[in-house]
């Protein structure tokens, strides 16, 4: 019955939503109460032998309701099956190439693209103050947002404006405990091991995937900033973790699959809750895999949450922060305590690792396919960092040229590239010279902004000397995404952590080894973060280094 139900309310799609999450809350499996209520009553009122005829019933009275409703986007062009079905676009996710289908339309269509019966993707500059603007008109994040929610939303997850500012409070509290030079040290001891290791894998001159060493790197940081223990995974060349589950069985992973495969899966499943619920019982390895990953994840976060909280330790690290604020100085995490903790630990070991090493790999392809602007930046940091040394942080925190070079990196690669969906608020909005009612679903999207030639001259070129020659290009970067939900980058000091890591660990590279690209083509693909598939280079130690 209830699969029926469902698969109505999502080809229905714009209009269903609340009743289709209704549903889901009484079919979930955690309300069984409710569940058996659910079945029993509609066994009692009508019996099960005419369950099918009702369903026909409510199907075609849906279909009369959703096709004689006026369409208020009927005249916003897109693709024909945009028009009616969320399907369209979770299709363009599932083939990771979203940003890529958009942004043709664009091409096609113009500034304005209907890509779900209720969504409207808007390619222009001017959208970017009014869909992510700050202030009492802000857009609060969509209900796509709901399928990165496991027990508990975190900071990035919420959709509620208060319980956001609460929480976004919290964790920038606990960031903030760092200043720059407190973290410094932490950075330096992480990398000073990932070159350790490339030392002795640049001996055997094969080719190794950058992305995958960029990972660990990013893991075992994020890890040690987050928990007070880094997971390790440079040292063990190996990205398999111990997780616990829910009943305290333990069972090894693989971190990195468990947030590529999460992170997909969300961004295919979040444009419906319909298909959020159906996603579960297919058998699509895609989805099976997906779901697994999401458990994988927070039993993950859960080993070492828990593992904090038994051992009574009090450190002064982000996760002893995050238990501070809630309970003081004594007192015990209630079970729902521990879940937001462990989901805010999920978050940031997603946000802060998959992100940073998806944007180092992106950045050193541009820069060993270009070969004129590597060779000017290593001119550069030779004269900023004593020769035979390995780069400290305050040689290269305040080098420009590095800074426009992983700009533009960003820029040309966009992280980010799909336009973030955000919903319009109570009483409508007027953008871009159109009005949309309440509701209405609205990106901008970030791949189509960052390559938009009235915006950026030569957009198709990696040219890193534009960021020198016009600093102001940094309000149409998207990649941290824009307003009150940007990155947490963008207000604690954290707000360099990212480029901390990128700016000592490229110059780093850059100067300690000769490195070539296994072929110059890089492939990439998309989950909810555009990413690199792979690059296969080869280090080799330049003579001077030490
Ligand atoms: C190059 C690296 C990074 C990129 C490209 C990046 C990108 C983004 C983007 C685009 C968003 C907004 C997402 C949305 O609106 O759906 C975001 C949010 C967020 N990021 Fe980052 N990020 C990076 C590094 C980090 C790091 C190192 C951390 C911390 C560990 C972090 C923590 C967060 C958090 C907590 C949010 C949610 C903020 C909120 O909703 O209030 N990010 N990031």
Redesign the pocket.
């Known amino acids: 019955m209830s699969p029926q139900l469902h698969t109505l309310f999502f080809f229905s799609g714009k209009a269903n939503s609340s009743i289709a999450d209704h549903f889901i809350g009484l079919l979930s499996d955690k309300q069984p109460h409710h569940h058996q209520m659910y079945y029993s009553t509609i066994e009692k009122v009508v019996g099960w032998e005419l369950s099918w005829p009702i369903l026909l019933f409510v199907f075609v009275a849906s279909l009369f309701v959703v096709t004689s409703r006026p369409d208020p986007f009927s005249d916003i062009p897109g693709p024909f099956l945009a028009r009616w079905t969320p399907l369209w676009l979770a299709y363009q996710a599932r083939r990771g190439r979203r940003y890529q289908v958009v942004d043709e339309l664009h091409k096609r269509y113009g500034r304005f693209v209907r890509i779900a019966p209720n969504h409207i993707s808007v390619a222009d500059k001017d959208a970017l103050p009014i869909v ?1 603007g700050q202030g009492h008109r802000a857009f609060d ?1 969509s209900p796509f ?1 709901h399928a990165f929610i496991g027990d508990k939303a ?5 959709t509620d404006r208060q319980d ?1 500012a609460q ?2 409070k919290l ?1 920038s509290q606990a ?1 903030s405990y760092g200043s720059l030079l407190n973290l410094t040290p932490l950075i330096s001891a992480i990398v000073s091991s990932f070159v350790e290791k490339l030392d002795k894998i640049s001996e055997s001159a094969e080719y190794i995937d950058a992305l995958v060493w960029f990972n660990y790197l ?1 893991f075992d940081l ?1 890890s040690d ?2 928990f007070g223990e880094p997971i390790g995974m440079v040292e063990k060349g190996s990205d398999a973790v111990v997780v616990e589950k829910a009943d305290g069985e333990t069972v090894m992973e693989h971190a990195i699959s468990l947030v590529d495969e999460r992170e997909h899966l969300a961004a295919v499943v979040g444009h419906h809750p319909t298909f959020r619920f159906l996603s579960k019982f297919l058998p699509d390895p895609f989805f099976v895999r997906g779901h697994r990953a999401s458990h994988g994840l927070e039993d993950l976060a859960r080993r070492r949450v828990m593992k904090r909280i038994r051992s009574n330790a009090h450190r002064d690290d ?1 996760l002893g922060r995050l238990i501070h604020a809630r309970i003081g100085d004594g007192g015990s995490l209630t079970a729902d305590q521990t879940n937001e903790l462990i989901a ?1 630990s999920v ?3 997603i ?3 998959d ?2 090493s ?3 790999t992106a950045i050193l392809h541009l820069l060993l396919t270009h070969p004129d602007d590597f060779k000017r930046l290593y001119t550069v940091l030779e004269e900023a960092v004593e020769p035979g040394e390995l780069p400290r942080y305050n040689q290269v925190k305040d080098i420009p040229l590095l800074d426009a070079t992983i700009d533009e990196g ?1 820029r040309l690669h966009a ?2 590239a799909i336009g ?3 919903s319009v608020p109570d009483g409508g909005i007027l953008c871009c010279g159109r009005f949309f009612p309440a509701s209405t679903e609205m990106s901008v999207p ?1 791949w189509t902004i960052q390559h938009d030639e009235s915006i950026w001259n030569d957009p198709e070129n990696f040219r890193p000397q534009r960021w020198l020659d016009n600093p102001d290009l940094r309000r149409y970067l ?12 963008m207000d604690v000091i ?1 707000s360099s ?3 901390m ?2 700016r000592l660990v490229l110059s780093t590279i850059i100067l300690r080894y000769d490195m070539e690209l296994q072929t110059p083509h890089m492939e990439t693909t998309e989950g ?2 555009h990413k690199p598939k792979c690059l296969m280079t080869r280090f080799r130690r330049r003579n001077a280094s030490p």
């Open positions: 992510y994040k947002y975190s900071v990035f997850s919420t956001h929480k976004r964790v960031f990013a994020l900033l987050a982000i805010e978050t940031l070991l946000a802060g690792s992100t940073t998806n944007s180092l960003l992280t980010t973030l969906h955000r970030a998207m990649t941290f995404g824009k307003g009150p939900r940007a990155c947490l980058l954290l952590l990212a480029y890591e990128m909810f973060m």
